[in-house]
């Protein structure tokens, strides 16, 4: 039986500090005839990404902040389901920018508005985080900015979400010690165990900046080469106190910032004093590179060698919900919605 019935998630209202779940509003829409060129996916996984909060403010940022009233921005993954376009046939795999709602339908003309991938080896749920937009992430952020020698140190914040994994394990195929920062002794265990990082830091073990330095110091007695930075505030100012010269730092996210507060730089001196690199990258800027990238992690997923964890939240309904503990932290590894 052919749906009808469309679900999706719009902003409601723009947050005032912490989003709450009264910024989303669920709606039903009627899915209309497919026109010529057109596409429709049912979407089997949603993907929540940190970006999204800067997305639902107003303000400047890097990218357009997401209009009240229409679907939340988001990657998708899912099955094409109906198609008057000769490149996709119904059971097609595909990837693109869906948004948070059940069904996509796509004008796939537009170069690049869905992907087919193959799910042979690679699970579908994989595109949206190793083998998708957090992965490249990963690689473009080491590869490009930090670029760390063998037998250099690299640390990496929140390293045991879908970016911060990914980080770690390729600056290991290349040589370098790396070093995890992450919330709770269950993630560093994830951390130090299964994605082979040389350390993991607890950092609610370490509140305070002589406290953190501390720990980075036992974790890296060679000092820090580059820096993986998702963060910052406490524990980008910890980093900078144990940063070696020419020592790079790739920003990611700031996400100590992302409702609004102040993150202030303690001892920016150091950059001149260390003659640092730090450079922040928005990943869509590079699409050149993702062929090259998504290469590399596909190879490595589809072996093993590339690991990974998922958290998954059931239903469009609970995204919102999902959302705000991705946040809090309370995530492990890629937060995913499944929708199927």
């Given amino acids: 039986m052919t749906a009808t019935i469309n679900q999706q998630i719009l902003l409601a209202s723009r947050p005032d500090g912490e989003p709450t779940v009264d910024n989303f509003r669920l709606v039903e829409t009627p899915l209309a005839e497919l ?15 940190p970006y999204m909060r800067g997305r639902m403010n107003e ?56 992907q087919k991938v193959d ?6 749920s994989a595109y949206l985080g190793a083998v998708g937009m957090p992965g490249v992430t990963a690689w473009y952020g080491l590869t490009q900015i930090i670029a760390p020698q063998a037998g250099e140190t690299v640390v990496v914040s929140a390293a045991s979400g879908a970016v911060g994994g990914a980080v770690g394990q390729l600056a290991k195929a290349r040589g370098a010690r790396v070093v995890g920062l992450a919330g709770g002794p269950e993630k560093c265990a994830y951390v130090s165990g299964e994605l082979g990082f040389d350390a993991c830091i607890d950092y609610r073990q370490h509140p305070d900046l002589k406290s953190l330095s501390a ?21 980008l100012d910890a980093v900078m106190l144990r940063a070696n010269a020419f020592s790079r730092i790739a920003f990611c996210g700031m996400i100590a910032g992302y409702n609004g507060e102040p993150i202030p730089m303690q001892n920016p001196s150091l950059i001149l004093v260390n003659r640092m690199k730090l450079q922040g990258f928005i990943v869509t800027e590079h699409t050149a590179l993702w062929p090259q990238a998504l290469k590399e992690l596909g190879a490595a997923v589809a072996s093993g060698r590339l690991k990974y964890r ?4 059931e239903g469009l309904a609970g995204a919102p919900q999902a959302f705000l503990g991705l946040l809090k932290g309370r995530n492990f590894g890629k937060q995913l919605v499944k929708l199927v």
């Fill in 35 to 49: 026109e010529d060129g057109q596409v429709r996916v049912r979407h089997h996984y949603l993907s929540l990404d």
């Fill in 215 to 235: 720990a980075l110091k036992a974790a890296c007695p060679n000092g820090i080469d580059g820096h993986f930075e998702n963060v910052g505030g406490l524990i």
């Fill in 59 to 114: 303000g400047r940022s890097y990218a357009q902040p997401q209009p009240l009233g229409e679907v939340m921005i988001g990657g998708t993954v899912g099955e094409v389901v109906a198609s008057r376009h000769a490149s996709f046939a119904v059971g097609d795999a595909v990837v693109g920018m869906g948004g948070w709602q059940l069904y996509q339908t796509v004008d796939a003309r537009q170069r690049g508005a869905l």
């Fill in 119 to 124: 799910t042979t080896q690679i699970p579908l």
């Fill in 310 to 313: 998922e958290s998954i939240a």
